[in-house]
């Protein structure tokens, strides 16, 4: 890597998916994937509500939208909100080198079981994602609820 990434930058890309989410009625939750050296392969937002797919978080559907990559290593899967268990898994499984979480508050998901792995995490705590994310579950908590597989 060249140079320290502008993390907040990356951020912007998926806190601006969250709100393309929320603006059609759908859980703010956005994701992009870089690669280190500054380009977009990538970004996507939860898309629950949207069409029905209950298996379209921000993080698949950013990797969905990147295409076949040849490999991850130097990849930064940039979320809204820290991975489920189930964005969590992609990341191992892709061994995606670098995951930059808008926020952990909200939901820790995947996190600590990824640092384990190796695998580098920054948290940026922001505030703009905890309270985007917060204003809808306040509003919407059984959406909420599904999207995290709690009865
Ligand atoms: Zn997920």
């Not at 890597?1 to 930058?9: L, S, V």
Request: glycine content about 12%.
């Amino acid at each position: 890597m060249i140079a320290t990434p502008n993390y907040q930058a990356l951020l912007q890309t998926a806190i601006d998916q969250a709100r393309a989410g929320l603006a059609e009625g759908g859980i703010p939750i956005g994701a992009a994937l870089y690669h280190e050296d500054g380009r977009l392969l990538g970004c996507g937002h939860n898309r629950r509500v949207q069409e029905g797919d209950p298996s379209a978080h921000g993080e698949t559907d950013a990797f969905r939208k990147a295409g076949r990559q040849r490999r991850y290593r130097d990849t930064l899967m940039v979320t809204t909100l820290a991975p489920c268990w189930y964005c969590s898994g992609l990341v191992r499984q892709f061994n995606i080198g670098t995951v930059v979480v808008g926020e952990s508050r909200t939901f820790q998901g995947g996190i600590a079981w990824l640092r384990e792995a190796g695998v580098k995490v920054i948290d940026l705590d922001s505030q703009e994602c905890v309270d985007l994310l917060g204003g809808y579950i306040a509003a919407n908590p059984e959406v909420w609820n599904e999207d995290i597989g709690q009865d």
